[in-house]
């Protein structure tokens, strides 16, 4: 466990279906990412949470749409999906957005395939 | 437009041979460099972060070196188990990290 907890770990649903990722941790980090794995790319930056305001949106379609309801929680709900949007999606936090990645944490990632 | 390049995209070494790999990065005003490990099905693991041109840091046989250009991880003498996927990342004025594609490194006992 690296601290941050992400559910579910896999996920296969429909191009119709609503479906959410969960993200928590309980490090005292105020800022929370989003980001997309995808094979042979890069790391994609999807969204950016400081202190629960919502301060990046990286040109990410609208059937993704994050929620932080508070500092320890991040969603990502997910409608009508692509089956391009199949990928690893990967929760994060560092103490805050100024510090960048130092010491952040990672997830374990989910697991999604979108039929 | 910041950019992160990594190079080579994979290594494969023999146990106790020692390599380099290199993170070539363009970001304007860069705050920090960060290095990760990420092994398969995990979710990527903080190594180093590297403020400054001439920067060092060390951690067990892994060492990371910062120029005004480009940064190294040297591993000395690697084992098995350093067998994962490097991940280099580097932030700027805008504090959002742009990462590279990764480096996979296999270390044969």
């Known amino acids: 466990e690296t601290g941050v907890t992400q559910t579910p770990r896999h996920l296969v649903m429909g191009m119709t279906n609503k479906k959410s990722l969960k993200c928590e941790q309980h490090?005292?980090?105020?800022?929370m990412y989003w980001y997309k794995q995808s094979a042979k790319k890069p790391l994609e930056l999807m969204f950016v949470?400081?202190?629960?305001?919502?301060?990046e949106n990286n040109s990410v379609p609208s059937r993704f749409s994050p929620e932080c309801p508070n500092s320890s929680h991040l969603f990502l709900h997910l409608h009508t999906l692509q089956p391009e949007d199949s990928a690893l999606y990967l929760c994060?936090?560092?103490?805050?957005?100024?510090?960048?990645?130092?010491?952040?944490?990672f997830g374990q990632g989910t697991r999604l395939t979108v039929v | 437009e910041d950019q992160v390049t990594q190079s080579p995209e994979a290594l494969r070494l023999q146990e106790g041979e020692s390599s380099s790999l290199n993170c070539s990065y363009t970001?304007?005003?860069?705050?920090?460099l960060f290095w990760y490990r990420q092994d398969p099905g995990k979710g990527p693991e903080f190594l180093f972060t590297?403020?400054?041109a001439g920067e060092e840091k060390e951690k067990e046989r892994l060492k990371a070196t910062l120029t005004k250009k480009e940064s190294f991880l040297h591993i000395t003498a690697p084992k098995p188990e350093d067998s994962a996927t490097y991940l280099c990342?580097?932030?700027?004025?805008?504090?959002?990290?742009?990462f590279g594609r990764g480096t996979s490194l296999i270390v044969h006992p």
């Open positions: 994060a936090s560092s103490q805050d957005l100024w510090r960048g990645l130092d010491e952040a944490f």
């Open positions: 490090l005292g980090h105020n800022a």
């Open positions: 949470y400081n202190f629960k305001e919502q301060t």
């Open positions: 970001v304007s005003g860069l705050r920090g």
């Open positions: 590297l403020y400054s």
């Open positions: 990342a580097a932030s700027g004025g805008s504090y959002i990290p742009t």
